[in-house]
């Protein structure tokens, strides 16, 4: 699987973003498919994340009720709206995808990346 992540940007605070992970090849309905981010000087850490049969999803903390995570199945795509963005938001976002149903939420579990799109929300 080969993913490619795009719609990064400029935002100004409290605007809104999404971005897009176009995947290639056959996503099986037992993989998980999630969006990490990465700010200079920080580790990669979890945003959220889908379950590719069920479309259950999980969130950090820092981005519950501001963003979500949707598929389109139709199109091998997932998505994730952000809203009411913040300066603190502002990173590299990559998507990535595992073979696994479980949620993990550490970035070494996850077997796909796509390249990164950088997110910079202005105060």
């Known amino acids: 699987v080969q993913l490619q992540a795009s719609g990064g940007g400029l935002v100004q605070a409290g605007g809104s973003l999404r971005l897009s992970c176009a995947a290639s090849g056959h996503i099986f309905s037992s993989y998980l498919m999630g969006w990490f981010r990465q700010a200079p000087g920080k580790e990669r850490e979890f945003v959220a994340a889908?379950?590719?049969?069920?479309?259950?999803?999980y969130y950090a903390d820092s981005v519950k009720g501001r963003f979500t995570i949707s598929r389109d199945s139709a199109r091998n795509t997932v998505y994730l709206q952000m809203n009411s963005a913040k300066p603190e938001d502002t990173a590299v976002y990559y998507c990535a995808g595992r073979g696994s149903y479980n949620i993990d939420y550490r970035p070494q579990s996850y077997e796909y990346w796509g390249q990164g799109t950088q997110v910079t929300v202005s105060s």
């Open positions: 889908i379950r590719w049969r069920g479309g259950n999803t």
